[in-house]
Nanobody, 116 residues
């Protein structure tokens, strides 16, 4: 069992930046990690994903603006969000994929609100 705790959300103006952090309760160095978001009335969607080896992929809507990274020594995954848009407003969730086992871990979410 892994506990994930997100932080770093808040209210920012369009064009601004935020950095989200996800701290795991134990090592996640073998786990692919991801950031998802869910806006009111919409389904949860993948924003960014990073593998255990550091390969990344992004939703087209955030490519070039967001960067996912990980610091395994700190059991932490980050999402650097630049050039924020009102459409980025959502609750952002950290996700850890389980290796070779069905299921995954989720954090509690952190609210990001972008004002225009």
């Amino acid at each position: 069992q892994v506990r994930l705790v997100e932080s770093g959300g808040g209210l920012v103006q369009a064009g601004g930046s935020l950095r989200l952090s996800c701290v795991a309760s134990r090592s996640i160095n073998i786990n692919p990690m991801g950031w998802y978001r869910q806006a009111p009335g919409k389904q949860r969607e993948l924003v960014a994903r990073i593998t255990n080896l550091g390969s990344t992929n992004y939703a087209d809507s955030v490519k070039g603006r967001f960067t996912i990274s990980r610091d395994n020594a700190k059991n932490t995954v980050y999402l650097q969000m630049n050039s924020l848009k009102a459409e980025d407003t959502a609750v952002y969730y950290c996700n850890a994929e389980r290796v070779g086992i069905l299921g995954e871990y989720w954090g509690q979410g952190t609210q990001v609100t972008v004002s225009s």
